[in-house]
Structures are given as C-alpha cells and as structure tokens.
C-alpha cells in the first residue's frame, strides 16, 4: 500500500508496482460504467423534461381557454317600469303580476335600449328589434324575476346590468370577428357597428362574472348565462355520501383485515378481490349503480344520493388499500408494548396503532374523495348529465334526492354543445375542477408531512 | 455484584411458575420440546441459550404474547400460582396484567412520559382519582429508577429519552399494573453499558417484590442479576439450576461447550 504516499510525478512507476493500477486514472472498466451512469441520468433528466412540457402546455392551455368564462360583457340599461305593460290592474297584487309573462317584459326592454342609443346620440339602421338583439335571451327573466320580487318599483325607472349574448360576449374577447359572422343569424355588422359604438360610451363592458361560479346552467340559448354553481352542490352532496359511508365502512373493514382477521384462504380471496375492485373501470361501477339502486332499488334518477354510493363503491377500495398501508406502518412494537400491559386488542387498536395510523388514512381518504370527485364514467349511467337544475337545492334531502348535476358531468355537458360559447364555460368549469382537485391533494400532503412517523 | 458472589446464591423461595412438558409449534417447526422449568417468587431466573434456541419464544408462552401469533400452537402446562394459563377460562387480557413484559427494543408509546406509565393503572381501572393515579405513576418511576430524571417533564413525550431511560420508562410502565411477574427479553441489547448497568441494578432492586425471568444473550449480564439460570439449546431446556452451579460446575457438557464458548 505505498501508492498512497507516491506523488503524481512517480505515478506511472507506481502503477507498475501496484497489481490493480493506479487510483489516479480511471481504467477502461470504470469508465464504461461511469458512461452508462451518465447516459441513464440523461434519460431521467429528458423524461423529466417532456412531463414538464407537457405539464406546462396543460396548464398553459387550460389557463388560456378557460379564464374567459369568467369574464362576461354586460350592458347597462336604465328600464322604466311600465304600470301600463306589467300591472295592469294598478292593484300591485302579485298572482296579477305573475301572470305577466317574459315575452310581455320584452318591449320595455326594446324601449329601454333604444332609448339609450338614442340618448347617447348613436346613429344606427337597426330596428329595436335587433337592437334588443345585443341583450341575452336571459335579459327578460331577469327583469321578471326583479319585478316579482320588487314590486313597489312598479312605474319607477330602474338601473339594470343585463348579460350581452354570447356573440357580443365572444365579440369583446376577440372569439367572434366580422369574418366570423357572414353567415351567422344570430347577430349582424351593424349590431357589431353599434357594439363598438356603446363600447367607447361604456354602456358594454367586460366584468368579472360571479354568477359562472356560483349560478345554475342555462339551456342552449342562453350560454351567456351559464354557470356551474349548482352541478358544485351536486358534487358537494355527492362528497357528503362518499365521506358518510366510505370513510366509516372502509376503516372498519381495514382494522378488522390488518388487525383481528385470521389469515387463511378466505381473507387471501377478499384481499385479492380489493385490490382488483380497485382496478375496476369506473363505468362498470356507473351501471351496477343503475341497475342496483335505480331499477331495483327504485332510488330517483339523476340524484346526488345515486351518485354518492356509486363513487362510495369505488372510492371504498382506495380508502381500504391506503388504511392498511397505514396500520401496517405502525411498529409492531407498539401493539406489543400495549398488549403487554395488559391492553385487550381493541384497546390496543383504538388507543394506540389507530392514532398513529389516522394521518395515512386521512390522506388516503382525501385522495379518494378527489379521484371521486373528478369521476364522470358512472354519472353518465345514472342520469347525472344533461339535466338542467335550474337553482341551488334549498334542503338537505332536496340536495341529496332532487335531481342534480356534478362538476365534470356539467363540464362534458358544455363540452358538447354546439355554440362555443359553451365550449369557453367547459374549459372554465375544469379550471374550478382543477382549483379543488388541487387543494384537497395539497391538504393530503400537508397532513401527511405535518403528523408523518413520530415515533 | 460480582460474578464472583454468585457463587454462594442460594434460593429458597415458593414456586410462582410451573410448566410442565410444554411444547411450542410454529406452523410444523417444533420450537420449543418437551420444556418443565420451575420459575420462583421474589427470584431472579434467566434465560440463556444460543440463538433461535427458543427462550424468547419460551418467555412469551408465559404471558401468552404468542397468542398475537395465527401459526403458534402450545401444549403441555404451564401453571401461575397453580392455575393453568392455558385453561379455556383464562382472558389473556387479565393474565398479562399479572405478568408485565418489557421488550428487546424500548417501545414507549409516543406520548406523555405520565400517559406511558398511567395508561396500565388506566385500563385496568386501578386509580379512582386524579391524585391517587399520580401517585401510581410516581411510585411507577421511581420503581423504574427514572423519576428522578424525568420528575420536572413528566409531560414531555417519552420518545425523546435517551435509549437507556426509555427502557427504564417501560419498566416503570409495565410495573405500574403491579404485575407480579416481570418478564424481560433481552432488555439490555439495544443499550450502552452504562444503560446496561443502571438496568441490571433496578433488576435486581426489583427482584424484591416481584418474580423476574429475564432473556439475555449476555452470560455475564445471567451470572450478575440471577439466582437461577436455565440454559436453552434447539428447543430443548439443557440444565436448570442455581446460577452459581450452571456457571461454576455445569452438568451438561453442551452447557459448558456453551459458556466456556465453543459452541453459540
């Protein structure tokens, strides 16, 4: 071993002495393998590069597409309330009102616009008619709906922002342009002509639109006034089912298999047979649903109730598999250290291995719930998409069994209509999706790093 | 305690265990053959034996730990205070707190130092009060010779002790149910020697009120805290006898092969 010792300038002597070469350069042996080290970290490093791109054309794209829905263009208007149009009686009784209909809302709303172009001194050709064009089909429910709830304004001049129609809205954000509309009847160059016009008097505007988040969906005519509000209770209510009887049935069944079940043959079937639940396609779970708790079970269709048990069928396995993976990591020395003095094994289970195994299975539950929450598969068999709620369930139980909607049955929903209008609200819908996958994985992890191993 | 004074041990004590013909099954491996061992009260015994030689597996049959075990099968009797543990009456839950068990590694729940030691007292029932389960846990610890060490942070968790004091902690832990017999395997393997000494002082300090079988690789550590030793070899028990007589003058030659280290 007197090679250490020897300085470069002797090395080439040194190697001759010594059997194995010198440490000073490296022999061809080790640099092929140094070379195939290198050439695999090339490999990762590209690997990780492409999942980035294409993280970053998802989010980029999503991002681009999607942040329009959440902008609208409004148009303000000044409506005089005709006694003479909408209470005829004079009397102010609300079941006489009523009986006014939105196509009788419709001329005070063509009186209104005209009015404001012709105070704002705009020249146009159009007739009233298409001037009333630029406003949402949406515009005549929404003064109905003020004058119902208002009304002693009767016969007063009220300020209103209604929603411009889709084609103004995609005008504004540059979806729409005048190539665009040669053969479009839903709106013309003058109407076009005229938008420019009350644009620069600030009559239109684009403004961030809450009701996308928080309003109901609206049917094929109206995109405009689309939101997804009421398919997020839909999902809510759905999470509420998942949580109440996955959570509780899935940590049972776990304690009992990892703690108090013999192992033999029966218990190697039910394991096996978890884990592949856990690869089932989830449309499969979607039919079972309708089979079982609609056509036998007489549940009502399109019901968040259906919707929860059906996801409770498939989040279980997930729920399972994580509470195990938790029970298993807790030392085997904590249980003999309860049982030895003198703990009985549910003693042992609920005061010790379960507190230790709780952070693992809460992160197993909150990946459940997501993986639930973005399921559409089995929505589509119990009726879950393509019906409109109109508004937000007043009840609980309305909530759980009045029909309802999921964010990403709403989602595919718009995706699939025909006016892009809607295909701008599909992507926005993915966006609030994304928001709350996103949360509900972070808190998974902040719990999983906060109470990770302590003993 | 020298080794030199176990020679002149001499023991005279009441029988607190008795097993008779035990045999132990893992599965089809038959682990522990043909075993009679007589255990005393108020006595020191160990276990000593190669490897895989079956005297952990002997120590847990005694407070039936091996029940935790699906594959374990146990015959022959083993008699506590004259009632066979084994019998079809007996709750293991109950025998346990009469036989505490400290473990090879220390294993003190991850909680309060006072929620280690209480939590016995607790489950069992044996305070009525806030004072008189303070007064368990201090008695506890100090009977673990810990409390003095740990008497200002009794609400400190006892995974933050050093390996030495948790292992004292869970043997004031696991006399705080006022067991009557200690069963210990290898408590000393995972420390250092000081930790190993303040161990075996409190083994020995314990042996007044309670009857303690111990597991030890260590046959230094068997001939300075026991009055009785048993040698185990493949699952059969080689020799019992006064720890002065197996160390000085064994009658088996594989006892002597072993302590003399030829064979282990």
Known sequence: MTDISQTPSNMGGAAEQSKSGSLLTQNARTRKRNAAEMRFRGYGIAAIVVGLIMLVVLVTTIVGRGTGAFQQTFVTLEVELLESKLDKKGNRDLEDIKKVTTFGYAPIIKAAVQSKIEGLGIETSLK??????????????????????NPDQIGQTVEFRFLAQSRVD?????????????????????????????????????????????????SDQRPEAAGIGVSMMGSLFMMLVVLALALPIGVAASIYLEEFAPKNWLTDIIEVNISNLAAVPSIVFGILGLAVFINYMHLPMSAPLVGGLVLTLMTLPTIIISTRAALKAVPPSIRDAALGVGASKMQAVFHHVLPLAAPGILTGTIIGLAQALGETAPLLLIGMVGFIASNAPETIADGLLAPNS??????????????????????GGIIILLVFLVTMNTVAVILRRRFERRW | MNDMSTLDKTVTNTTKISAKNVNVYYGESHAIKDVNVEIEDKTVTAFIGPSGCGKSTFLRCLNRMNDTIDVCRVSGEILLDGEDIYDKRVDPVQLRAKVGMVFQKPNPFPKSIYDNVAYGPRIHGLARNKAELDEIVEKSLRRGAIWDEVKDRLHAPGTGLSGGQQQRLCIARAVATEPEVLLMDEPCSALDPIATAQVEELIDELRASYSVVIVTHSMQQAARVSQKTAFF???????????????TNPEDPRTESYITGRIG
């Open chain 1, 128 to 149: 009233p008619k298409d001037m009333a064009g630029l406003l949402s089909k949406d515009a005549a429910a929404q003064l109905r709906a003020y004058v119902l709830e």
């Open chain 2, 233 to 247: 070899h493949l699952g059969n028990l080689v020799e019992f006898g006064n720890t002065g007589q197996i160390f």
């Open chain 1, 170 to 218: 995609g005008y504004l954000k540059g979806r729409v342009s005048r190539e665009s509309i040669e053969n479009d009847k839903n709106i013309s160059g003058a109407q076009l002509d005229l938008v420019d016009a009350l644009v620069a008097a600030g009559v239109v505007e684009k403004t961030f639109n809450i009701d996308f988040i928080i309003g109901a969906d609206a």
């Open chain 1, 406 to 427: 999921a964010m990403p049955a709403q989602i595919y929903e718009w995706a699939k209509r025909a006016d892009p209008a809607f295909y701008e609200r599909a992507w």
